[in-house]
């Protein structure tokens, strides 16, 4: 009877694992999410590399899209292959998917002998057991459970750290590509100061020119240098950030931008329910929500097992000498005397709440960011429209005026010049503006968590209205 007991213990054990199911390792290393995130948000490949071939591929991927003036889609799709930022966040993948793993997986039993002799050396008595751990497989279920909802949040925050990285490169791009626009036009006013001031020095030693417009001639013309030295100092910056989240260095690092910024689109995107649209989209409160729950069954299996810590069952065998062997089991019982796990039951309620609460919070940031996001995007085009619009139009026209003013001699070259650096001037704040609508519309997406939705049929003010000469955007 004791025998078939053992043998009961044992059958148990078994059917109880394999009830539990069979936790292995998936063969994406739970890439999936974060792949998806990349195609269907950003609209480019992730790509996890572990192999020399892979990372060849990439290499020479990267390689294809640098041969040709690179663009934002380009960049960002260099930085979600190339970054090895990113692909050290990847690793919390593996992490996470071998503590998974590992809580379907019952500890190794556990075997003891004992060995005793009596004084006079003859007499002895062996003790032998092989133990389980039981209550790990009672818990098994719960605890696998509860490390898959932690997976999910890991996969979560991986994806959005390929969304933040994607979006992130996108802006770079902008900021570097109107950087380099703003050091030609500044390079033109620098030109112009400086013919400027050449013409003033000569007339002034011919002693058709004071000394006081000359000296201001020459101020204008340092002002400008210091300038333009400025702003190559950005350009420079702004490229060495994109180079950066690209993950570019040596050769591949000298690659060529395009030459402008994209156009302003005709009208705004008008944009019903976007807090809405956040609260479901936006990975940090969807991670945030798993985590949560992840937070919740922990508290159910810490209740479950507040009481008993270890408990381990299985056959026992006892031999002594000149006596026949005796056959039993073995029950090892932790006895809550001074430990009843309430402070475990706290800690784990404490954090459940703690949780909770970090949800509602970010919640409202998102309905916050998304409508602040929103508002910035909005004005943002306006002032890109009036730079586009009126500014730079009104101060062509001016330049145009003063061109024949200056053919009939009714104006003076410093004058010419004068108004040519203005010009400039107002060309360099429509860039200026362009760029922050570009980055402004960034930042929507990211509030929005990662793409914009389609842009409803309109009527009204704001409705597309056809471009002609005087609203086409200026060129250099």
């Not at 663009?71 to 593996?94: E, H, K, P, V």
């Not at 992490?95 to 793993?101: G, P, R, S, T, Y």
Request: aromatic fraction near 6%; hydrophobic fraction near 45%; glycine fraction near 6%.
């Amino acid at each position: 009877m004791i025998a078939l007991a053992s043998r009961g213990i044992v059958i148990g054990v078994l059917s109880t694992l394999l009830s539990t199911g069979c936790v292995t390792f998936s063969k994406d290393g739970g890439f999936g999410p974060a792949k998806t995130v990349a195609e269907e948000r950003l609209g480019k490949r992730a790509a996890l590399t572990t192999t020399d071939d892979q990372r060849r591929d990439v290499q020479r991927e990267t390689d294809a899209l640098l041969a040709q003036p690179l663009t934002a889609d380009d960049a960002m799709q260099i930085a979600l292959l190339n970054n090895r930022g990113l692909q050290a966040t990847y690793a919390g993948l593996g992490i996470a998917e071998a503590d998974l793993v590992q809580a379907g997986r019952l500890r190794n039993p556990r075997f003891t002998t004992t060995r005793t002799r009596a004084d006079n050396g003859v007499n002895f008595k062996n003790e032998t057991s092989l133990t389980f751990p039981i209550v790990e497989l009672l818990t098994m279920p719960l605890a696998i459970k509860m490390e898959r909802r932690r997976f999910e949040a890991v996969q979560l925050q991986v994806a959005g750290e390929v969304l933040r990285l994607g979006l992130e490169t996108r802006a770079a791009w902008y900021r570097a590509v109107a950087a380099n626009e703003t050091v030609r036009y500044y390079g033109q006013v620098l030109d112009a100061a400086e013919a400027s001031a050449e013409l003033g020095r000569r007339m002034t030693r011919a002693g058709n020119m004071n000394r006081r417009d000359q000296l201001r001639e020459q101020a204008f013309y340092a002002d400008a240098a210091t300038q333009f030295a400025r702003v190559r100092v950005e350009a420079v910056a702004s490229r060495e950030r994109l180079t950066r989240l690209m993950g570019l260095w040596g050769a591949p690092a000298g690659y060529q931008l395009a030459e402008r910024l994209p156009d302003l689109p005709k009208t705004p995107g008008n944009y019903p329910d976007l807090e809405a649209i956040a609260l479901r989209e936006r990975l940090d409160v969807v991670a945030a929500k798993a985590e949560a729950e992840g937070i919740a069954r922990s508290l159910g299996l810490t209740k479950a097992t507040r009481f008993i810590n270890v408990l381990e069952l299985g056959p026992a065998t006892v031999m002594e000498q000149e006596t026949a062997i005796k056959k039993g089991y073995e029950i090892s019982l932790e006895v809550p005397i001074f430990d009843w796990g309430t402070a475990r039951v706290a800690k784990a309620e404490a954090q459940y709440m703690q949780a909770v609460n970090r949800i509602a919070q970010r919640a409202v940031e998102a309905r916050s960011e998304v409508r602040e996001a929103y508002a910035a995007y909005r004005a943002a085009w306006d002032t890109s429209r009036h730079y586009r619009d009126e500014i730079v139009p009104v101060r062509k026209r001016i330049s145009e005026e003063n061109l024949r003013r200056y053919n009939g001699m009714l104006l003076s070259v410093f004058e010419l010049l004068a108004d040519a650096r203005e010009q400039v001037m107002a060309v360099n704040g429509y860039i200026e503006s362009l760029r922050n609508y570009w980055l402004a519309e960034t930042a929507l997406r990211a509030a929005l968590g990662g793409r914009l939705p389609p842009t409803p049929i309109r009527t009204g003010a704001l409705t597309d209205q056809p471009a002609n000469a005087a609203t086409a955007a200026p060129k250099e």
